[in-house]
């Protein structure tokens, strides 16, 4: 009885749990997962949830990975650097139910490490980078992104 008890919850806790996790990571494990990337387009979009703009641009991100399955959307969060609570992303990924992957960044001073990602980024947020890693182009935006903008960036990238 106790071990289908133990397999009940841990098949719940799976369901329960967004498909795309919520690891930990640090910027060298980012880098590599952004070069790594050679099949798809990449929407990279560095967020934190006290950030309103971020919070309000996550269903268009959402959107395009629901519609464009060829297209890599990863959400990196910024939360480490002012709350190191990585269980509070996690629980703000599951309320919001984000399907995309969510990366929590384990880096405490963006100063030093912002121009690795993009050298012309000033560190403020929301922040999105989008890769093609076959054509070699990149674009990135530092502002929030409204109704059109990920196309039209995809696109630039094609």
Known sequence: MHKIITLTLLALAGFLTPAAGQDLVRLQKLQQII?????????INFWATWCAPCVKELPLLEKLKADQPGIAVRLISMDMDLDPDPEKVRRFAARKKIQSQVLILDERNPNQW???IAKEWSGALPATLVINNKTGKR???EKELHEGDLEKL???VQ
Do not use: G, H, M, P
Not at 35 to 43: I, P
């Open 114 to 116: 912002i121009d690795q």
């Open 139 to 141: 674009k990135f935006v």
């Open 35 to 43: 070069q790594n990337e050679k099949e798809k387009v990449q929407v």
């Open 154 to 156: 995809i696109a630039a």
